[in-house]
């Protein structure tokens, strides 16, 4: 289970908030917010996003080690959340069908669906080298913060 409380996370959401307020460029505003979460959620190796376009997801911006440029709809943990256009909680990727390994250390994922004017723009993608460590709270606020990208 996440470490982050559930003040911690009102304060990210929060802060999130502040960085893309008076930005309206993409890039800036999920560099920034990847930035923020890398930094400030507990036992994550990865934090990005992966943009929705030409019926595949393809790697934004992300603080983490080197990952996958293209993920096809419907594969790994990013292509099943998009694709359902619902959140997925990973507890070990290392058993989740099509699994695709960016990272080696990665053992657990949240992957969160991103949503502009009602359509799928893409996901928030975050890895953990621990084993279970994202649940419904972490699934709450990321969902939050997702949703106030745009």
């Known amino acids: 289970m996440s470490a982050t409380t559930e003040d911690n996370y009102k304060l990210l959401v929060k802060q999130a908030q502040a960085l893309v307020a008076d930005e309206s460029d993409w890039i800036a505003n999920t560099a920034n917010v990847s930035a923020l979460l890398f930094n400030l959620l507990d036992n994550v190796n990865f934090a990005g996003v992966y943009r929705y376009e030409n019926g595949e997801l393809i790697l934004g911006p992300f603080q983490g080690m080197p990952a996958c440029v293209h993920i096809q709809m419907g594969s790994g943990v990013c292509g099943t959340t998009a694709q359902k256009q619902e959140t997925q909680i990973v507890e070990d ?58």
């Open 93 to 150: 990727v290392h058993k989740f069908p099509g699994h695709i390994a960016c990272d080696s250390a990665s053992n657990s994922e949240i992957v969160v669906p991103i949503f502009k004017n009602g359509s799928l723009w893409g996901v928030f993608d975050f890895d953990s080298t621990e084993f279970n460590n994202f649940d419904e709270l972490d699934k709450k606020y990321l969902e939050e913060i997702a949703n106030n990208l745009f």
